[in-house]
């Protein structure tokens, strides 16, 4: 095969949804199809429990079954598919805001009786500003649930999307008939029965021949003529670029734990998703078929065995070949690197690889020099765009509880954070370390960890703020951001990388602050160059 068409055919993406909505089962399904596993129940329960838990063994296991599901890989008709995992938990949106960075387009998941749920409404956003073409499918057709149309109606004003249907569900719940694939021009019967692989489609053409009525019934018939005549009078009809463009999303019903409308999902997913896209270096835009390597660091993940303290550093390949025991230039360390055993991801296994392709994710073994939106090239200076750092949700001081271990809690709480876990601030005024977090929970990782990995131990302190903003300033030198430097010192702090922040306590503050510096700007990512 030639490389273009090793680009050409991979398709890699994320799954995104809700906790509960059906994400892992549905992922499950399709790595069945793609006979990456054997049986159901193969791919664990990858999602942290709802409650927020402080059984550290939980939070153990999860970080386990998370290495394990961070890529799964598998081949399906002639196409190499990479599955981005995307925790669902809110504490960890941060994880998937920057996994999303490294897809090229997502499938959000909708449970048929909850309807649009708040993660998805920020995880969808976020596809949204980025334009990733985004495929919708709604589980859980064998239950009772909202009507089909108010639904597609509710997806289009909560999360601001423009919707056609490309199958069509009979039924529902206890009356669910099967699936009318609008795509392929088919019926699909439901039977119920989860055991079936594949079920039977029979081919419909003509929406309007009487064989249909034989098959589910003449008022279902009738209904369903009705239903599609609507739906093509209100909905767009598909195109293939608007969706590309993200501008339009396609939308499929089906019953991921039943197995039911998976494979016309699947089947429409590889036809239209998009091959691996080129992307934005600060430098300039870098095109998958260049012939030259480069990638970028989107997620690290620290060892399991707590003997082993190197760790995980996940690239995805932007363009060229990624090659074995080739020197790599770490662009920010300017410093290059050769990597003698590239971990490649499948079902269930990880794998030495020799060679990897853009839209492929290699995970690289590293003692500390990544830190996530590394670039790493063939010797080009480039600088990959789009990890952007927002607001914490949660402030805490961090001290040290063990004075004898202060050397060890300082490079603890470094790798922590490159690794993305969460974000440290060092006050202006006094020098003291702010971490904020997107979650609660993550407090008591950072504890556990620090004791486990590292060997030190921290205690934390509350701390009143209410958002953290990167802060601009067209004129350092101007008067009014120096008066703002020296009123504001106190709630003033630097990230990890040196960018002034500004610690509001409250939003009224904030606002007063805003209007009275007017020409400073105060922004909600730290990506705003
Ligand atoms: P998540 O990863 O998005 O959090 O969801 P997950 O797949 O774990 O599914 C959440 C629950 O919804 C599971 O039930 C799962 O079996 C169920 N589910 C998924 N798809 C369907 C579907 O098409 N129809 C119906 N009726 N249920 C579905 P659970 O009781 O929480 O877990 P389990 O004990 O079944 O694993």
Redesign the pocket.
């Known amino acids: 095969m030639t490389f273009t068409e090793e680009i050409n055919r991979r398709r890699t993406f994320g799954i995104i949804?809700h906790?509960?909505?059906?994400?892992?089962?549905?992922t499950e399904k399709l790595l069945l199809f793609g006979g990456a596993i054997q049986e159901a129940g193969a791919v664990k329960?990858n999602?942290i429990k709802k409650a927020a838990t402080s059984d550290f063994m939980e939070i153990e296991r999860q970080r386990g079954i998370s290495v394990a599901t961070s890529v799964l890989a598998f081949e399906y008709n002639g196409y190499k598919i990479n599955i981005l995992d995307t925790p669902?938990h809110k504490d960890f949106a941060e994880d998937t805001f920057r996994t999303l960075t490294a897809v090229d387009s997502v499938i959000v998941?909708i449970d048929v009786a909850k309807g649009v749920e708040e993660q998805t409404e920020k995880l969808v956003e976020v596809c949204r500003m980025r334009k990733i073409p985004m495929i919708v499918f709604i589980?859980?057709?064998?239950?009772e649930g909202k009507d089909a149309f108010d639904l597609l109606d509710e997806i289009e004003q909560k999360l601001g999307l423009t919707v056609t249907p490309l199958s069509f569900p009979i039924g529902m719940g206890y009356d669910f008939k099967g699936i009318y694939n609008i795509w392929e021009q088919n019926v699909n019967l439901f039977s119920g029965d989860s055991r079936k692989d594949i079920e039977e489609t029979i081919e419909i053409s003509d929406i309007n021949t009487p064989e249909l009525d034989k098959l589910i019934g003449e008022k279902s018939a009738n209904t369903l003529r009705e239903e599609l005549e609507l739906v093509e009078g209100i909905y767009p009809k598909f195109d293939q670029q608007t969706y590309l463009d993200a501008q339009l999303q396609p939308v499929f019903f089906g019953?991921?734990?039943?197995n039911f409308g998976v494979r016309e999902l699947l089947d429409c997913f590889v036809t239209i998703a998009p091959k691996p896209k080129p992307k934005h270096s600060e430098e300039r835009l870098v095109e998958p078929q260049e012939d030259k390597f480069s990638g970028f660091v989107f997620k690290i993940h620290a060892n399991m065995d707590p003997n082993h303290r190197d760790r995980l550093a996940f690239i995805k390949i932007v363009s060229g070949m990624f090659k074995r025991n080739t020197p790599y230039l770490h662009v920010r360390h300017g410093k290059n690197f050769k990597f003698s055993s590239p971990n490649a991801f499948f079902a269930e296994k990880k794998e030495i690889v020799d060679v990897s392709y853009p839209g492929d994710i290699v995970g690289l073994h590293d003692t500390g020099n990544f830190k996530i939106g590394d670039t790493l090239t063939e010797g080009e200076e480039i600088h990959y765009k789009g990890i952007p750092s927002f607001s914490p949700e949660h402030f805490r001081y961090i001290n040290n509880a063990d004075p004898l271990k202060a050397k060890q809690l300082f490079k603890g709480i470094d790798q922590l954070m490159d690794e993305g876990v969460a974000q440290l601030f060092t006050l202006e005024l006094n020098g003291r370390k702010v971490i904020g977090t997107v979650g609660a929970l993550q407090y008591e990782v950072i504890q556990y960890r620090l004791e486990h990995e590292y060997g030190a131990k921290c205690s934390y302190e509350n701390l009143n703020v209410h958002k953290a903003c990167w802060i601009e300033a067209a004129n350092e030198k101007s008067e009014e951001y120096l008066e703002f430097v020296r009123v504001k010192q106190r709630f003033l702090a630097k990230d990890k990388q040196n960018q002034l922040v500004f610690l509001a306590d409250s939003a009224f503050s904030l606002q007063m602050t805003q209007q009275k510096y007017p020409n400073i700007k105060f922004h909600f990512t730290s990506e705003f160059k």
Do not use: C, E, I, Y
């Open positions: 949804s906790p509960d909505a059906g994400k892992t089962t549905l329960n999602k669902g998941v589980n859980k057709m064998d239950r019953s991921a734990l039943n």
